[in-house]
């Protein structure tokens, strides 16, 4: 995958002193070392929960199966698969009261059972990833794949996980109306500990779109270098006609890699958005339960809504930052050596005309994530919220 830097025949000095291809590799920076070790804690807090059951093989440079994680993790589910059953079947006695905890609370339920049965095949996604990552800091010559925003939209998943626990606090008040003191505490510990594991979930998605979206930056970045060495190649006109078909030749290789490459992350890509759909589907549906449920008729309520709407709104710009960072026009407008090397303009013309042309959509079972979706939901979310309101009112003041 990597090609040496651009040199000319006669010694081994650059033919562009701007050209920026590094001859080795650097070392991991502050920031990077920082995320990396951000992503293995998010990691760790999964396993102790229960919610992942691989393990990274350091030697190996891998993600494997853990037969004790698998185990720990089946025994989690059990326990709270069937207390969650006990629970439900005694709010079927106050359902008009406790309905939205149900629910959602099923919900999050099912979402952790799916996550347990595909577990395989999320391990085999890490795995093509890491070779993903590998490829691209090759191409870079670089290992530094994140940057500030990337580390900044991770610490906001975090910090979405720690907003959304903190509602927890608004479900003391509801169960407290169905059950005694000591239930109702056993109950708000279930309901925790399935929210937990819910949310760290949807956070393990969060993360590898972000990783994603890193990945696709750097690829804009050698996308660049590659356009801007063609466009000073085309202005080097004193060079010999063996060293400019030379440079020209591993343009066009270097080139040959990066299609390769762009191809395998739209692959890795897809594959992920496909398997997350129904996470995703679940976290929306659990995002709009307040609006059809709660009514803000105090500070705890409207805070309620307002974590809802932000989560659902965080959710959404992962998703359009991700199909804007796949897009490739932007990168490519600049590529200017088709008139002197007909092999070059043929892989161009590939690079151009594949099927990664068209920018990444997140998509559940058909339906498209974008921003017109969200204002729809918002719309609809809103209006729900000030229905319930409108009731509120008119129950504490009849006329």
């Known amino acids: ?134 490829q691209v800091n090759l191409m870079a010559r670089h290992p530094n794949l994140f940057r500030l925003k990337h580390l900044l939209l991770l610490l906001l998943a975090l910090q979405n996980l720690l907003r959304s626990l903190n509602t927890i606090v608004g479900i003391n008040k509801r169960s407290a109306e169905a059950y005694d003191t000591l239930l109702n505490s056993v109950v708000l510990l279930n309901v925790l500990a399935v929210l937990l594991s819910f949310l760290l979930q949807i956070t393990i998605n969060i993360c590898l779109f972000v990783v994603l979206i890193a990945t696709y930056s750097e690829l804009h970045h050698c996308t660049r270098r590659i356009s801007n060495d063609m466009d000073k190649l085309r202005l080097y006109s004193v060079l010999e006609s063996g060293q400019f078909m030379v440079l020209v030749k591993q343009l066009q ?77 932007r990168s490519l407008c600049t590529f200017h050596l088709t008139n002197y090397h007909m092999e070059t303009a043929r892989t161009i013309d590939e690079l151009l005309h594949q099927e990664i042309w068209e920018r990444i959509t997140v998509t559940i079972y058909g339906v498209t994530l974008d921003t017109k979706l969200l204002f729809k939901l918002l719309s609809i979310s809103a209006f729900c919220a000030f229905v319930n309101r409108l009731e509120y009112l008119h129950i504490q003041c009849p006329q």
């Open 1 to 134: 995958m990597g090609h040496p830097p651009f040199t000319s025949l006669k010694g081994g000095k650059s033919v562009f002193g701007s050209i920026v291809w590094p001859s080795a590799m650097r070392e991991v920076n502050l920031l990077n070392r920082f995320t990396r070790q951000f992503l293995f804690l998010i990691v760790l807090v999964t396993q102790i929960c229960g919610v992942t059951t691989f393990v990274y093989n350091s030697k190996a440079q891998c993600f494997r199966h853990s037969g004790f994680l698998r185990f720990y993790s089946s025994l989690v589910l059990i326990f709270l698969t069937l207390f969650l059953m006990v629970t439900t079947s005694k709010m079927l006695d106050n359902l008009q009261a406790v309905w939205p905890y149900a629910v959602g609370s099923v919900v999050m339920l099912v979402v952790r059972i799916q996550g347990f049965l595909e577990s395989a095949e999320i391990v085999e996604l890490l795995n093509q990833m890491l070779r993903m990552m590998r």
């Open 253 to 329: 290789g270097i080139t040959e890699n990066l299609i390769r490459l762009r191809h395998n992350v739209f692959r890795i890509t897809v594959r992920i958005t496909r398997h997350f759909r129904f996470h995703w589907l679940c976290a929306i549906i659990y995002g709009l339960i307040p609006f059809f449920s709660l009514t803000a008729k105090d500070q705890n309520g409207f805070y309620f809504l307002i974590i809802s709407a932000l989560n659902i709104i965080f959710q959404w710009t992962i998703f359009a930052i991700l199909s804007r960072e796949s897009r490739i026009t």
